[in-house]
């Protein structure tokens, strides 16, 4: 029995006495390899990892970089990417840009006004065209009967006046207040008022006609407009004291340069 333990023993203290030794070559082996890394010239045989923190600082300076060299050449025009099919490309273009080269665009597509509207006042830049002649024809100013005829060949009986005269216009009855219209495209020449026909707006026609409305009040148009047939002139006003019998009317003359002519030949 004890040679039995005496052995057991001996095997045991083989087993730890080897182990020692193995930590003992393991310890050693590492010593020198500690040793070899920090002699100089050597390469280090661990990776060296560098700081977090400045990668990160050097990632926000680059980015910053980027930013600014894009602002920098904002103007020039990058290569379109190809958008992927049923994808919308969006534009890489300044809000400021696309606008200007909108409103280029809607300004080259936008046809010139061929004429100034009429009823722009001395505000008008560009004229209608006013060419009336011989063969031309006239709306009616005013609705009515006609009160006194044309007559330069002749005279004609004149009712409040009791006597016969000619006439170089011709009175056609109207409602006081009815509007009274231009007879055609025309610019105002004038805009006046005298005992016998009162407040009365002279129209060029073109061509060296002019016609004459008078009897007005209200008048709606300024000196040197230029308006279109059927814009209203004014209203029909009281009749001065050279018609009062007559009523009511529109005093409507027409002449060609210095001659007077008979408005009903132009009226439709």
Known sequence: MKAKLSQLFKDKLFLVMLVLGLLTIVAAAGVVTIQRGNRPGEENPYIQMEDPG????????????????????????????????????????????????????????????????????????????????????????????????????????????????????????????????????????????????????????????????GQLKEIQVVENEYLEAGQILGYVAEPTKYYSIEGSNLYFELRHGDTTVDPLDYLE
Do not use: H, K
Not at 71 to 93: D, F, H, L, V, Y
Not at 113 to 119: E, I, K, L, M, W
Not at 139 to 154: E, F, H, K, Q
């Open 54 to 213: 400045a990668m990160i600082a050097e990632e926000s300076q680059a980015e910053s970089d980027m930013r600014l060299a894009g602002s920098a050449n904002a103007g020039e025009s990058a290569p379109a990417e190809t958008a992927p099919s049923g994808e919308r490309q969006p534009e890489t273009r300044p809000r400021e840009t696309r606008a200007f080269a909108t409103a280029e665009t809607e300004s080259a597509a936008a046809p010139e006004t061929p004429a100034v509207q009429a009823g722009t006042g001395l505000e008008a830049a560009v004229p209608l065209v006013l060419d009336f002649s011989d063969g031309s024809r006239m709306a009616w100013p005013v609705r009515g009967n006609i009160l006194l005829d044309y007559s330069m060949d002749s005279t004609i009986y004149f009712p409040t006046l009791a006597q016969y005269q000619c006439n170089p216009a011709v009175i056609i009855q109207g409602e006081v207040s009815d509007p009274v219209a231009a007879p055609a495209n025309a610019r105002v020449m004038a805009l006046g008022v005298n005992e016998e026909i009162g407040n009365y707006v002279m129209l060029d026609l073109g061509n060296d006609y002019v016609a004459t409305c």
